[in-house]
C-alpha cells in the first residue's frame, strides 16, 4: 500500500505548492490524478517518488510510505525498481544513444542477467508497437516515439508503483490507443498505477479512482463508477469532461435519448445526423508553396516529394501519426531546414516557431528578460504581454522553474509579439487543460496570419482548425477542409479512437463530420 499522511511542500523561495495531502492507495488501484495547470500534480508524483525532497530542497512537511516504509528514509537507491515514472517531458529521461540501450539500461544498472534484460526490453518494446525503431538513434526519434521508449523503458523494469505525467500528452491516437491497453495489461503485473493527466476519456474503462487536486489540495475523491454525478465538479476544476456525457447531453436536449451498446453510441431507429456544413473559406493566395520537396535524414526517413500550398491568413492542422515528419516539415516552412531535393516558394519574412519542448528556445534567466531580448518594445508593451498571458508574478522568475503550461503561456507570447507573418506551434496544448486551451483559442484568434499547428488534440482540430495538411510515412496524403475527409483518411489518422463524437459521426455520414459534441445535430431520415 502506498499512503500519504498530512503532506505539505513549498519549492524555495516559494509560496506552497502542496497542502495538507493525505490519502491512501490499495494495491490493484489504478488512480487518475486530475485538476487545473498548476494543481500541483506533477509535484506530488515527484514527492512519491522522493526526488522533490532529494533534490529541489525546499520545505517537506508529512510521510510518504510505501508498504509501511517511508519513502524519504528509503532513499532514491533503494527506490530504484520499486517506484518508476515517466515525466511530462520524456526526453529529459533519456540518457542512451540508442533505442535498446535505452530499454535495458535500468536493467543493467541493477545487474539483471543478459539474456534476462534483452528479453525484458524487447518485450517492452513489442508491446508497444515500436519494436521496429530498437536499433535507431533516440535523437532520431519524435516527441510521440520518445514517450514511447520512455514509457517501455519504464515498463521493462516492472517496478511495484507506476507513476505516469501525462502520457498521452504527445502522442498520436493509435499511440494512446495502444498506452492504454499496455497498462490494462500491466495491471495484472504491478501493484498500483497513477497517471496525472486533464483527460479522462482514455481511462474511463481502465482507471478505478479520480483524485482532483486544485492549488495543492485534494477536492475530490471519488471512483470512476461515481464520475458521472460529479460532472460539475470536473467543469469547476477545468478538467475535461468525458464526451460521452457531453454527447448525451447536447442530444438530448433535442429531445432524442442515446443508447450505448457494446462500446457505441446509437440513435433511435428512423433518426440520422445533419452533415457538418461549417467549411472554411477558399483562399488560393499561397505565402509558401511547395514543390515535390524531399527531405532524407541519414536513416532514409524523412519527407518524400510534398507538394503542397499553404495560403495566406489560413489556419492549418498538421496532422499524422508519432513519426510521420510533421516536425520536420515545420522546419522546412520556418526555413530551419533546406530540402534535399524540390523547391520551396515562400513569401515569409518573418516566421516564428513554437517549440514541442518550449525550454529548449529559453536564453535568459527570468521570464522579463526572455520577453524582452532582442526586442525594442514601446512603453507598456512589456506589462500589457505580462498581464494579457498570465505571467505578471513570474516576471523575476527563471522561465526554467515555470510549470509545463507556464512555459507554453510564455512561448506563445513570445511568438506573437514578434509580429510573424508566419507562426507554427508544436503540440502547443499537448497536457493542457480545458482553461488554457480556451485561452490559447482566444490568443491566436487575435493572430490574422498564417498559422500551422501541429497536433493530435481533437479539441481543436475541425472546429477551431478546419484546414489540415496530413501525412503518412513521410507523405502527403491529404491537404484542404477537414470536413471533407472520407471515412477512410479518418480511419487511418486515428481520431476516432479518441474523439467519440467523430465515431458516433462516421456511423452515419460518410463526410462533413462533426468534431465536438455541440456541433451535433440530429434529424429524422427515412
Not at 354 to 373: A, C, D, N, R, Y
Not at 487 to 500: A, C, F, H, P
Request: hydrophobic share 40%; net charge neutral; proline share 4%.
Amino acid at each position: 500500500m502506498l499512503s500519504l499522511q498530512s503532506v505539505s511542500y513549498s519549492y524555495p523561495k516559494k509560496t506552497q505548492v502542496l497542502s495538507d495531502i493525505s490519502f491512501s492507495i490499495r494495491p490493484g488501484e489504478f488512480l487518475v490524478l486530475a485538476g487545473p495547470n498548476g494543481s500541483g500534480k506533477s509535484t506530488l508524483i515527484k514527492s512519491i517518488l522522493g526526488v522533490t525532497q532529494a533534490y529541489n530542497g525546499g520545505d517537506f512537511v508529512g510521510s510518504i510510505k510505501l508498504d509501511d516504509k517511508d519513502i524519504l528514509s528509503m532513499g532514491l537507491i533503494h527506490l530504484a525498481g520499486e517506484i518508476g515514472v515517466v515525466l511530462q517531458e520524456p526526453d529529459s529521461q533519456i540518457t542512451n544513444l540508442t533505442v535498446l540501450e535505452e530499454v535495458t539500461f535500468a536493467l543493467g544498472n541493477l545487474l539483471y542477467p543478459r539474456n534476462e534484460l534483452l528479453e525484458r526490453g524487447l518485450n517492452s518494446l513489442h508491446m508497444l508497437n515500436i519494436n521496429h525503431l530498437r536499433t535507431r538513434s533516440v535523437d532520431t526519434l519524435s516527441g510521440g516515439q520518445l514517450q514511447l521508449l520512455a514509457i517501455a523503458s519504464l515498463l521493462a523494469l516492472r517496478p511495484k508503483v507506476l507513476l505516469f505525467d501525462e502520457p498521452l500528452a504527445h502522442l498520436d491516437p493509435h499511440g494512446i490507443k495502444i498506452v492504454v491497453k499496455t497498462l490494462e495489461i500491466l495491471r495484472k503485473y504491478v501493484d498500483i498505477i497513477i497517471v496525472a493527466s486533464h483527460w479522462l476519456d482514455p481511462f474511463m474503462e481502465v482507471a478505478t479512482r479520480l483524485l482532483v487536486l486544485d492549488r495543492g489540495r485534494v477536492e475530490l475523491d471519488i471512483s470512476m463508477d461515481q464520475l458521472k454525478e460529479y460532472s460539475n465538479e470536473l467543469d469547476k476544476y477545468h478538467i475535461e469532461r468525458p464526451q460521452l456525457y457531453s454527447i448525451e447531453e447536447h442530444v438530448r436536449s433535442q429531445g432524442v435519448q442515446l443508447e450505448f451498446t457494446d462500446g457505441k453510441l446509437v440513435l433511435p431507429p428512423n433518426h440520422c445526423l445533419k452533415p457538418d456544413t461549417s467549411n472554411y473559406r477558399l483562399n488560393n493566395n499561397y505565402s509558401v508553396i511547395f514543390e515535390r520537396v524531399s527531405y532524407i535524414y541519414s536513416e532514409g526517413n524523412g519527407l518524400f516529394d510534398i507538394s503542397a500550398g499553404f495560403s495566406t491568413r489560413t489556419r492549418y492542422a498538421l496532422v499524422g501519426h508519432n513519426g510521420s515528419g510533421k516536425t520536420t516539415l515545420a522546419r522546412l516552412l520556418a526555413g530551419l531546414r533546406k530540402p534535399t531535393s524540390g523547391k520551396i516558394e515562400s513569401k515569409i519574412r518573418r516566421p516564428a516557431l513554437m517549440l514541442q519542448k518550449p525550454s529548449l528556445g529559453f536564453i535568459t534567466t527570468s521570464v522579463e528578460q526572455e520577453l524582452t531580448h532582442g526586442q525594442n518594445f514601446e512603453s507598456g508593451k512589456l506589462t500589457r504581454l505580462l498581464t494579457e498571458f498570465d505571467l505578471e508574478r513570474y516576471r523575476y522568475q527563471s522561465p526554467f522553474e515555470l510549470s509545463g503550461g507556464e512555459q507554453r503561456r510564455l512561448a506563445l507570447a513570445l511568438a506573437l509579439s514578434c509580429n510573424a507573418d508566419l507562426l507554427i506551434l508544436d503540440e502547443p496544448t499537448a497536457g493542457l487543460d480545458s482553461l488554457q486551451v480556451n485561452f490559447l483559442k482566444d490568443c491566436l484568434g487575435k493572430y490574422t496570419e498564417t498559422l500551422v499547428t501541429i497536433t493530435h488534440d481533437y479539441r481543436i482540430i475541425g472546429n477551431y482548425i478546419k484546414k489540415i495538411c496530413m501525412l503518412g510515412a513521410g507523405k502527403l496524403l491529404y491537404m484542404g477542409d477537414f470536413c471533407m475527409l472520407g471515412r477512410e483518411l479518418v480511419d487511418k489518422l486515428g481520431l476516432i479512437e479518441s474523439n467519440l463524437t467523430l465515431r458516433l459521426a462516421v456511423q452515419y455520414l460518410n463526410s462533413q463530420f462533426p468534431t465536438e459534441p455541440k456541433a451535433l445535430e440530429v434529424q429524422k431520415c427515412n
